[in-house]
């Protein structure tokens, strides 16, 4: 039985807006496997990972500004090139999936997604009645995404059993993981309804 999770201050994902995870799944394998990046599948025509993210800065200004805003801190390399990846693997799904109908997130826009994110997580703090966290929303309205970035977060901390013997620093990945929310909701509300075409050119390749 699947229990709708709602959001007091964020606004549903409308079901046009609703991300697939053949779509991500199909753009890691085109990403080229590198030891600075997080992901697993090698692919055959590889795709250039910082071109990809330079075109990220171009399409999606504010957006990248965020998410570098984040990269930029002193944080751990794997949290780093998790942040990367992730942010590029997102947008991109999201540009091939809409196309012309995902309209550039603007700077407002970004704030109020943030805004909207950190005023859900007090709302929820505040009550012991409210069993869900944070994420539970988001991934009730963007599921794929979020089990995307939950098994990428869980690979870079594989085998990080005990605090005191892990590599990979925790509070870095939480904020790369924060980010990745953010990136998430802003990008779902920017795309535009179009009943014509509201499967996507990726479903139907």
């Not at 540009?95 to 997604?113: N, Y």
Request: charged share 25%.
């Amino acid at each position: 039985m699947n229990v709708w999770v709602r959001g007091a201050a964020i606004r549903p994902v409308p079901e046009y807006a609703v991300i697939h995870g053949a779509v991500l799944e199909r753009i890691e394998r085109e990403l080229a496997h590198d030891a600075g990046t997080p992901h697993r599948v090698s692919a055959p025509d590889p795709i250039d990972l910082e071109a990809l993210f330079t075109r990220f800065e171009q399409t999606q200004p504010a957006l990248a500004r965020r998410v570098t805003d984040v990269l930029d801190r002193p944080l751990d390399q794997t949290a780093i090139a998790l942040g990367c990846f992730l942010s590029v693997t997102i947008w991109l799904a999201f540009e091939r999936t809409f196309g012309k109908r995902l309209a550039e997130v603007s700077e407002d826009a970004l704030r109020a997604s943030e805004a909207a994110l950190n005023l859900e997580e007090e709302i929820r703090a505040g009550q012991d009645t409210e069993p869900f966290e944070l994420e539970d929303i988001i991934e009730q309205q963007q599921p794929a995404i979020v089990d995307f970035v939950h098994e990428h977060l869980e690979a870079a901390l594989e085998g990080d059993a005990e605090p005191a013997e892990r590599n990979v620093d925790v509070d870095d990945v939480h904020l790369v993981y924060r980010a990745m929310l953010v990136l998430t909701i802003a990008l779902s509300h920017a795309v535009k309804s179009d009943d014509a075409s509201a499967v996507g050119p990726e479903l139907l390749a």
